[in-house]
């Protein structure tokens, strides 16, 4: 990889929001209201214990993927995230740093899935949170693209962009750090 990459986290970093929730209820969608509201809820008080601390992100993934994506069909999954990426709004850090950083040396890092990411940057490269496939349905997670997930493709890096110190691990790594909150950033390192 070039010395001079340039990396960006995703939900909260080049979005306004995160968007695994809002991908989770596109799912969710062909499911009757009793089923959507159980779903939510579960949803609700496992995000609760992640805040507490008493479960992992990757627990708190797993519970996601168990309820809204396993023993979906790829292409019902594919087709989901195609329609998706069309509804995420990307922010002014995407349109003024972003796109005005040589492609060849700008990677997006993100906890988020990669099934949707490809659709919003179908030409760049991105590194997500990946789906297990059993037969042609989704069957667990693989990979978590969070925390110290995020160094094993990446070794080093110039300049971080980030909205979170769960990205400690690239912070680690990187010569510069932004942190980016709404539409501003502040250096750190």
């Given at each position: 990889?070039?010395?001079?990459?340039?990396?960006?986290?995703?939900?909260?970093?080049?979005?306004?929001?995160?968007?695994?929730l809002g991908f989770y209820y596109e799912l969710n969608k062909r499911n009757n209201t009793i089923l959507k509201i159980?779903?939510?809820?579960?949803?609700?008080?496992?995000?609760?214990?992640?805040?507490?601390?008493?479960?992992?992100?990757?627990?708190?993934?797993?519970?996601?993927?168990?309820?809204?994506?396993?023993?979906?069909?790829?292409?019902?999954?594919?087709?989901?995230?195609?329609?998706?990426?069309?509804?995420?709004?990307?922010?002014?850090?995407?349109?003024?740093?972003?796109?005005?950083?040589?492609?060849?040396?700008?990677?997006?890092?993100?906890?988020?899935?990669?099934?949707?990411?490809?659709?919003?940057?179908?030409?760049?490269?991105?590194?997500?949170?990946?789906l297990n496939y059993k037969q042609g349905q989704v069957d667990s997670l693989k990979t978590n693209n969070y925390g110290t997930e995020k160094v094993n493709s990446i070794d080093k890096i110039f300049t971080l962009?980030?909205?979170?110190?769960?990205?400690?691990?690239?912070?680690?790594?990187?010569?510069?750090?932004?942190?980016?909150?709404?539409?501003?950033?502040?250096?750190?390192?």
């Amino acid at each position: 990889m070039s010395s001079n990459l340039y990396v960006f986290d995703f939900d909260k970093t080049l979005t306004y929001n995160d968007t695994i929730l809002g991908f989770y209820y596109e799912l969710n969608k062909r499911n009757n209201t009793i089923l959507k509201i159980i779903k939510r809820v579960i949803l609700l008080k496992a995000s609760i214990l992640y805040k507490l601390k008493i479960i992992s992100n990757d627990t708190l993934k797993i519970v996601g993927v168990r309820l809204f994506l396993k023993g979906l069909k790829k292409n019902e999954i594919e087709k989901v995230a195609d329609a998706y990426s069309k509804l995420i709004t990307l922010n002014k850090i995407y349109y003024e740093i972003f796109i005005n950083t040589p492609k060849k040396q700008r990677i997006i890092s993100s906890a988020s899935f990669e099934v949707y990411l490809k659709y919003v940057f179908p030409d760049e490269n991105v590194i997500g949170t990946t789906l297990n496939y059993k037969q042609g349905q989704v069957d667990s997670l693989k990979t978590n693209n969070y925390g110290t997930e995020k160094v094993n493709s990446i070794d080093k890096i110039f300049t971080l962009y980030t909205d979170s110190f769960s990205d400690k691990p690239l912070m680690d790594i990187s010569k510069n750090v932004y942190m980016v909150k709404d539409d501003t950033i502040k250096k750190i390192k």
